[in-house]
């Protein structure tokens, strides 16, 4: 039985954030296995232009059978998985590549938002199972992690891919410990790694993008 993968993403640090959550869990998960699926765990910079195309490489490369994103949105008390991707790049400090476009289109021609492909109640539902506060969202902000859901949501559509691709956000560990987001994070990918037709996908498309 061929190995199924999925692509979990965080970020480095960033502005005055000395850590981020979403690396950590990242970097912790890398390898995590359930049956015949595997988690590869992959570090992105807080830079549009750098992130969008590590996740496109990675997409190209290891052929993911579902992507989650992980950020931190450290105002938050409660792990959030959003349900959209919004045509706005406004970041109110600079990424760590010193960019700092405000109002402006991601996508010039592109839609004005993308639906999340993660079944957002569902994953909200295996987040708490673990025994953490979880929420949906609608709003992913209009910083890096916006724009990286929204390029790879726009490049599943472009490109014929039916996996999961969802984002959920982290808040300090001060609000919940790293260990707790951990165990939350492992039950969303137990959830995924679940036989096709039974994991949280919103489909829209049923083949594989050809190489």
């Known amino acids: 039985m061929a190995e199924r993968r999925i692509l979990l993403t965080g970020f480095e640090p960033w ?12 970097e912790r998960l890398d390898g995590w296995r359930r049956g015949d699926t595997r988690t590869i765990g992959l570090v992105l910079p807080v830079a549009r232009a750098a992130a969008n195309a590590t996740v496109a490489a990675a997409l190209r490369d290891l052929r993911p059978d579902a992507v989650v994103h ?14 959209w991707a919004h045509n706005e790049a406004d970041f109110v400090v600079p990424d760590n590549a ?18 999340s492909r993660l079944g957002v109640a569902a994953a909200v539902d295996a987040l708490r199972a673990a025994g953490v506060p979880a929420e949906p969202s609608d709003t992913a902000g209009r910083f890096v992690c916006n724009a990286v859901l929204y390029g790879t949501l726009d490049w599943a559509g472009a490109h014929g891919y039916h996996g999961a691709v969802g984002f959920v956000h982290l808040p300090a560990a001060d609000a ?10 492992e039950r969303l990918l137990r959830l995924l790694a679940a036989p096709p037709g039974l994991a949280p996908v919103r489909r829209s498309i049923d083949v594989w993008p050809g190489t």
């Not at 992980?70 to 349900?83: C, D, F, M, P, S």
């Not at 919940?176 to 994070?185: K, P, T």
């Open 15 to 26: 502005a005055d954030h000395d850590w981020n959550p979403a690396q950590r869990l990242a």
């Open 70 to 83: 992980l950020g931190l949105a450290a105002g938050r008390q409660a792990l959030t998985v959003e349900r």
């Open 98 to 115: 010193g960019a700092q476009p405000r109002n402006e289109p991601l996508c010039e021609d592109g839609a004005w938002r993308l639906p």
């Open 176 to 185: 919940v410990s790293l260990a707790e987001q951990e165990r939350a994070i």
